[in-house]
């Protein structure tokens, strides 16, 4: 894929809070007029705003506000629950993910996701990093070794497994399985990684490690991120969006979320007064 | 600064508090003998039905009850080959009926379709079907298959155990697929797999030992069930060379033998039962050790 079709200024309002000024990255995601219903109940309102590429978006907001209901939007794995709908669009390369021509499962083999709880399969290491490509029904051991061996490293767990990849992934600790979850979303090349709290069950050390390997990351992916941590958002990301009540409030870089921002709720939020 | 008392000085330890503790400990030691009491008695009839079993069946046990005819009545020696491979076949169809619409239903309703009005009303029948007394299933298998082909027969046999084993293995199979973890579902889909991947690769190996779990008792309780065979395949004393003819079977030949006046027969029935309570722990057991999980 080749992000060069759509430029974030062209159909798009010009207030900061839909573009951020000064990103110069050509829109890759785009979220237009998108509302979201759990049965009758409304979870998302009206949200409007273009992603980059190549940047780490995080989503910041209180418990309920909406930021995890959209980023399972981004690959559709809302559409796993029962009653759920929606109005508006969202697109990835000017191309709509609802559209018929789309199929899901493509969508989804070019976006990575990752959980707030690590969820490696109860197989091996090796086999968990390769699922992505044997359900692609690609087999070639030349292949699949090159593959678990460059997504280990590049989530500098190599090293750590290189000589037990046949041993259960179970029996790693919360970081490393929650690396490896990391390594199996980008084993199959995808253009997107989605992470929803993905350190929210980890302690500060494997924390950092997996901040660090964010940074890394944002290279070859455009990454979205889940957060309830302020810190993380602020040490992670380039740009951060906030969502209350199901509403998008603010959408800027990060620094300036953080130094100047114009919404009093999204300062509310920032310097803990409520949330 | 003074702080001002509230209460009256006490001891840390007043009269009062070790009365009360010590009620406390002797009903908390009470309840908990009286539970350990009553758990061996669980263990009562069990150890005596096993007792029973061997001390009344291992006389007559020889290699030769495995390969003979049953004797006619009041006439010594014999075995109940026939009856062996009966309920063999028997069961082995009753699963071969079962199991198919049975683990493919569970699939449906727990991962196709686990909201849908049909999912409510399968489960429900399931769970009406469970309580049906195994003489109904004999009696429609009667009517379904007997009455059809004109004769008792194996098929009829295994169509009724089929019917009793039906919602056993559907109910244990979509309890053991709904016990997969949902993260591991999540990560598949996340990962671009399809429903079908997703439940053959992940969700169904997961699922595997518990739904073996639930066949075998299928199987148990079908293998060890008189009344629809009875109705179905009869007996007969002869080897059976087709599965359209009647048939003898183990619980048949136990109910037909016990009934007897004769010491040797009655003695034959005990050895019956215990071998088919060995056979059903013998596949029980040879379940457990294929299907245990490869880690944990």
């Known amino acids: 894929m080749n992000p060069t079709s759509i430029n974030s200024t062209e159909l798009l309002p010009s207030s900061s809070k839909v573009t951020p000024s ?36 995080s989503f910041i907001g209180p418990s309920g506000s909406g930021k995890s209901t959209l ?36 969508l989804r083999r070019r976006i990575g996701m990752v959980f707030q709880k690590s969820n490696p399969f109860p197989r091996s290491i090796y086999e968990n990093v390769v699922f992505p490509l044997r359900i ?45 979850c990391i390594a199996r ?24 490690k997996i901040e660090e390997l964010i940074v890394e990351l944002k290279k070859e992916f455009t990454i979205i991120i889940v957060t309830h941590s302020m810190q993380q958002a602020s ?23 953080f130094t100047a921002p114009i919404e009093k709720q999204t300062e509310d939020y920032i310097t803990g007064r409520f949330g | 600064m003074m702080i001002p008392h509230s209460n009256p000085p006490h001891h840390f330890f007043s009269n009062h508090e070790k009365k009360t503790s010590f009620l406390r400990l002797w009903s908390n030691q009470l309840l908990t003998t009286l539970c350990v009491l009553f758990s061996f008695f669980t263990l009562v009839p069990l150890f005596s039905l096993l007792y029973l079993l061997i001390h ?37 169809i009753a699963t071969l009926l079962s199991a198919p619409i049975g683990i493919l239903g569970a699939i449906y309703i727990s991962e196709y379709a686990p909201h849908s009005s049909l999912t409510a009303t399968v489960r429900f029948i399931a769970k009406l079907l469970t309580g049906i007394p195994s003489i109904i299933c004999g009696a429609f298998a009667f009517a379904l298959v007997v ?45 671009g797999a399809t429903p079908f991947q997703t439940i053959w690769r992940i969700v169904l190996p997961e699922a595997l030992p518990a739904m073996m779990m639930g066949m075998m008792l299928a199987v148990a309780r079908a293998a060890g069930e008189t009344a629809p065979v009875l109705f179905t395949a009869l007996f007969s004393q002869q080897w059976a060379s087709s599965i359209m003819e009647p048939t ?27 071998v088919l309570v060995a056979m059903v722990t013998g596949t029980n057991i040879l379940a457990q050790l294929l299907f245990r999980r490869k880690f944990q």
Not at chain 1, 235 to 249: E, M, W
Not at chain 2, 179 to 188: F, L
Request: aromatic share 10%; hydrophobic share 45%.
């Open chain 1, 22 to 57: 000064g990103v110069t990255n050509e829109t890759f995601i785009k979220v237009i007029n998108f509302d979201f219903f759990y049965g009758k109940k409304q979870t998302l309102f009206n949200i409007n705003f273009a992603i980059p590429s190549k940047h780490v978006t």
């Open chain 1, 71 to 106: 980023l399972r939007n981004f690959n559709r794995m809302n559409e796993l629950l029962p009653g759920v709908r929606h109005e508006g669009d969202i697109t990835i390369e000017g191309r709509s993910i609802f559209d018929a021509s789309i199929e899901i499962i493509a």
């Open chain 1, 136 to 180: 692609m029904g690609c087999h070639k051991r030349a292949h699949l070794n090159e593959t678990v061996e460059r997504s280990l490293r590049s989530v500098a767990l190599w090293d750590e497994v290189k000589d037990r990849l046949g041993e259960n992934a179970l029996g790693l600790s919360g970081g490393q399985m929650q690396r490896l």
């Open chain 1, 185 to 208: 979303a980008i084993a199959g090349q995808p253009d997107i990684l989605l992470m929803d709290e993905p350190c929210s069950a980890l302690d500060p050390i494997a924390t950092a």
């Open chain 1, 235 to 257: 040490r992670v990301s380039d740009l951060t969006a906030f969502f209350n009540f199901g509403k998008l409030i603010e959408f800027d870089h990060t620094n300036r979320i």
């Open chain 2, 56 to 92: 009344k069946g291992l006389p007559l046990l020889h290699f030769s009850v495995f390969t003979k005819l049953p004797p006619p009545p009041g006439l010594h020696g014999g075995g109940f080959g026939n009856a062996i491979i009966g309920t063999i076949t028997m069961v082995g």
């Open chain 2, 147 to 191: 009455l059809h082909t004109g004769q008792f027969s194996a098929l009829a046999g295994g169509a009724a155990l089929s019917i009793l084993m039906l919602p056993t293995i559907l109910l244990t199979s979509e309890q053991a697929l709904m016990g997969v973890p949902s993260s591991y579902r999540d990560a598949s889909y996340g990962l």
């Open chain 2, 248 to 274: 003898a079977s183990l619980s048949v030949l136990i109910y037909n033998f016990s009934a007897l006046p004769y010491h040797y027969q009655v003695q034959m029935a005990w050895t019956a039962s215990l």
